[in-house]
């Protein structure tokens, strides 16, 4: 069964402390990796689109990564408007058309 | 401005009313899909369609119907038959094999 598993559930850091989020998953045949930022009460925010092992993806202070097992979002001196709910999303050969499987999300709080 | 709309922010229905909720896209994108959001839950797949006057079921589409008139337009029914419906309902849009975009969402509350 295709899953999506993000660690850690939630995340504190001061302003200006790197850390990084990971998201797990198990899909047959991935067709991509997604990640996206959610505002409470707002609709996700499209981030970045991984396809392949080895692959890395930047934006601002954040930097995606890729192996065939997981991927991380690496946060560079977050300042407190990154606070926010990070989405791990894949799409697999085995799901249906081309909907995509969520992970339950990290919500990191950054505080000056 | 290019997005996805969807109405009403908040809606509020008492138990046993059947209710629809608009999503409309200007993006030019074949497929749209509904999804719903629980807390301590990941997005969940309601419904789908990748064409016009096509669509397929989700995991969850018991107690839900859609429709797909119009490639702009794919609006969403949450009938008495959902034991739970209140949720945070999101609409997506993409084209095949590559990202979704998604909208405002919906709030809906039943009582």
């Known amino acids: 069964e295709d899953q999506v598993t993000q660690s850690p559930e939630a995340l504190r850091l001061q302003e200006g402390e790197s850390s990084s989020l990971n998201c797990s998953y198990t899909v047959s045949g991935l067709r991509g990796l997604f990640w996206y930022r959610q505002d409470p009460g707002k609709g996700p925010e499209f981030l970045f689109t991984l396809y392949s092992a080895g692959e890395e993806k930047e934006k601002e202070r954040l930097k995606a990564t890729l192996t065939k097992k997981e991927s991380f979002l690496h946060i560079t001196a977050p300042k407190p408007e990154d606070s926010a709910t990070y989405l791990c999303?894949?799409?697999?050969?085995?799901?249906?058309?081309?909907?995509?499987?969520f992970g339950k999300g990290t919500t990191l709080s950054v505080s000056s | 401005d290019g997005g996805i709309t969807q109405s009403p922010k908040y809606l509020f229905r008492k138990e046993g009313q059947n209710v629809t909720l608009s999503c409309e896209q200007n993006l030019n994108h074949d497929a749209m899909y509904w999804y719903r959001q629980d807390p301590g839950q990941g997005l969940r797949l309601i419904y789908y369609s990748q064409i016009v006057n096509d669509f397929q079921k989700g995991d969850i589409a018991e107690g839900y119907s859609v429709s797909r008139e119009k490639k702009e337009s794919f609006p969403l029914t949450v009938t008495s038959a959902q034991k739970n419906p209140t949720a945070f309902y999101l609409c997506?849009?993409?084209?095949?094999?590559?990202?979704?975009?998604f909208g405002p969402g919906t709030r809906l509350t039943v009582t």
């Open positions: 999303a894949v799409q697999g050969a085995n799901q249906a058309g081309t909907a995509l499987i």
């Open positions: 997506a849009s993409g084209s095949r094999g590559n990202e979704q975009y």
